[in-house]
């Protein structure tokens, strides 16, 4: 098997943790070119690899030498227009989420591949690739529950960046639920409510933090999700399904036990690279094996432009008070 070139866009934290994969975990591929505005750090992280191209400029690296798929792993808002570029250049793409922060963007990705015919992107929504997420969506699938009536889910971070802010609770960091439910539950979400309590005393003033986020989908199942970006004790994300006949809980099996002078403790994840760790190379993996021969093997476009598009009513629902439509377009032929 020949091994695939790729084209990884940004290098802070996201990226930087991909390139450090890609043929470290991941085998069949290799970073050939790398992108980022900061010229200091691209060129220092194209360094550490054998002879990988540094570029400030995403479409000079998209047309290195040997690039044959693009990772892109830059803040959102400068998603669609390398997207829509690797498109251009019929190249792959896997795109940390969001694909781009607002419905209308993704819709262009969408007409874009359209024109194409085929499918090229794939989005970073990496819990669908996680051991614990697999095995609840087959029990769902299965019915090995009954129909299912809520799903249960908790999102907690030990504390939140200097840049996050109200709306990120819900844009970046719910965005995941989001798209969990719908993967989980084979529904569209319909509506959204948000509701806050008073914010806890660990925010930085003026973030309204935690709140409640209620998902209502089509086939009548009620998500809610607890966000609470500055719980202080570390990162959990857990998520229990109910159904007619029975419950099934992940989110509980991740930590290390630890006995030690007398007491017997949990240790809990400080950072999402941690708790996913697995599930971030098995998405890359699959997304190598699947970008080799042009196609996508996780959450498309589609997918990138319903989160998108919940994540719009959910910032309406947060800002106004009010329960929230989500507002979807039919689904063109090529995502069915």
């Known amino acids: 098997m020949s091994t695939l070139g790729i084209a990884v866009i940004g290098t ?21 070119a790398v992108a980022d505005p900061d010229g200091d750090r691209v060129k220092a992280v194209a360094a550490g690899l054998d002879g990988a191209s540094a570029h400030t400029d995403p479409a000079a690296a ?10 892109i792993a830059s803040p959102g808002a400068a998603h669609e227009e390398a997207i829509l570029h690797a498109l251009g250049r019929g190249l792959p793409v896997l795109c940390e989420k969001p694909l781009t922060p607002d419905p209308a963007g993704a819709l262009r990705v969408m007409e874009a591949e359209q024109r194409l015919g085929r499918r090229l992107v794939q989005v970073g929504f990496m819990r669908r690739f996680d051991a614990e997420y697999e095995r609840l969506k087959e029990l769902l699938d299965a019915g090995g529950i009954g129909r299912p009536l809520f799903l249960h889910c908790r999102h907690r971070n030990a504390a939140s960046p200097s840049f996050f802010t109200s709306d990120m609770l819900i844009s970046d960091s719910v965005v995941h639920e989001v798209d969990a439910a719908r993967w989980l539950l084979g529904q569209e979400i319909t509506a959204v409510s948000v509701l806050s309590p008073a914010p806890t005393s660990a925010a930085p003033e003026g ?35 109910v159904g007619e006949s029975g419950s ?9 036990v630890v006995r030690s002078a007398g007491r017997r403790y949990d240790e809990i994840a400080q950072d999402f690279t941690v708790r996913f760790a697995d599930a971030y190379d098995r998405q890359l993996r699959r997304w190598v094996a699947a970008a080799a021969q042009g196609r996508v093997a996780g959450p498309d476009a589609w997918d990138g432009y319903a989160a998108a598009a919940v994540s719009a009513a959910g910032l309406t ?3 106004g008070g009010v329960r929230t439509p989500v507002e979807l377009v039919d689904r063109p032929a090529l995502y069915r």
Not at 62 to 67: E, K, L, Q, R
Not at 232 to 239: I, L, M, Q
């Open 317 to 319: 629902a947060a800002h």
């Open 248 to 256: 099934a809980q992940i989110g509980e099996g991740q930590a290390m």
């Open 62 to 71: 998209m047309a290195a030498p040997g690039v044959e798929a693009v990772l």
């Open 12 to 32: 802070g934290k996201m990226g930087a943790d991909h390139v450090r994969r890609i043929g470290g975990t991941v085998g069949g591929a290799r970073v050939v």
């Open 207 to 241: 973030l309204r933090d935690p709140r409640l986020v209620l998902l209502e989908t089509a086939g009548g199942v009620i998500v809610d999700v607890e966000i609470f970006v500055n719980c202080g004790f570390g990162y959990e994300v857990r998520c229990e399904a």
